[in-house]
């Protein structure tokens, strides 16, 4: 959970993804505050977070017209790839995107 001024401003929703990569289910940051680096200091603790328990990679999933996109890539995500899987609110895809922790043994080849 993320606080601006006290009021509740966003969370992040984590979980197990593939032996050692730790999953983003959801990150979300109220839209008014979404300007003032609230989501990329919720961000931090979440990659803290999975540094303590010893994951290598963060791994998400994001609907490919989406402006977090953006968000991701500036946090030096990666583009694994792009699902081709359509659904009726989005006809183009979605975004994988993986990042790779500081304390990682592990290399990623893309």
């Known amino acids: 959970m993320s606080f601006d001024g006290g009021l509740a401003s966003g969370f ?3 979980g197990n993804g593939f032996s050692s990569t730790l999953k983003i289910y959801q990150h979300c940051i109220e839209e008014d505050l979404r ?4 989501g990329k200091k919720l961000f931090e603790n979440v990659e803290q ?3 303590n328990k ?3 990679f963060i791994h998400l999933r994001c609907r490919h017209n ?5 968000f991701w890539q500036a946090l030096n995500f ?3 790839k792009t699902e081709k899987r359509q659904s009726k609110r989005t006809k ?3 975004n ?3 990042y790779k922790l500081r304390n990682s043994k592990q290399h990623l080849l893309i």
């Open 12 to 14: 992040c929703v984590v």
């Open 35 to 38: 300007k003032l680096n609230l």
């Open 49 to 51: 977070f999975a540094e």
């Open 54 to 56: 010893g994951y290598n």
């Open 66 to 70: 989406l402006e977090s996109n953006k």
């Open 78 to 80: 990666s583009l694994l």
């Open 92 to 94: 183009i895809g979605i």
């Open 96 to 98: 994988h995107w993986i």
